[in-house]
Nanobody, 123 residues
Framework: QVQVVESGGGVVQPGGSTELSCLVSGSIFSIYSMGWYRQPPGGKQRELVAHITSDGSTNYADSVKGRFTISRDNARNTMTVQMNSLNPGDTAVYYC????????????????WGQGTVIIVSS
């Protein structure tokens, strides 16, 4: 069974840093793209934070460019995002997303999401 599991999160002071990690567990053959999305409080829509493909191409939301860095380890099926210079506007539930997942036994998953992890930026 393929699962997406996030780790990290918590309360961070403004200006601080933290890191989120995501693991796609299971008998994985390949994952085309992985990304972080976030949903701020107050009923706002989920939005893309950063995205990385299997060849290392990245894409960032304008609001996090220069502050967040996404990376992945294809051999371990993991992805991390280093988040610096955090501000209260970064407070949200952060979700890991994986797309076009192929397993060793020939199954394919179009898209899977993690359960989400909370980051609160507050003094």
């Amino acid at each position: 069974q393929v699962q997406v599991v996030e780790s990290g999160g918590g309360v961070v002071q403004p200006g601080g840093s933290t890191e989120l990690s995501c693991l796609v567990s299971g008998s994985i053959f390949s994952i085309y793209s992985m990304g972080w999305y976030r949903q701020p409080p107050g009923g706002k829509q989920r939005e893309l934070v950063a995205h990385i493909t299997s060849d290392g191409s990245t894409n960032y939301a304008d609001s996090v460019k220069g502050r967040f860095t996404i990376s992945r380890d294809n051999a371990r099926n993991t992805m991390t995002v280093q988040m610096n210079s955090l501000n209260p506007g970064d407070t949200a539930v952060y979700y890991c997303n994986a797309q076009n997942i192929a397993t060793m036994d020939g199954h394919n998953y179009l898209e899977l999401w993690g359960q989400g992890t909370v980051i609160i930026v507050s003094s």
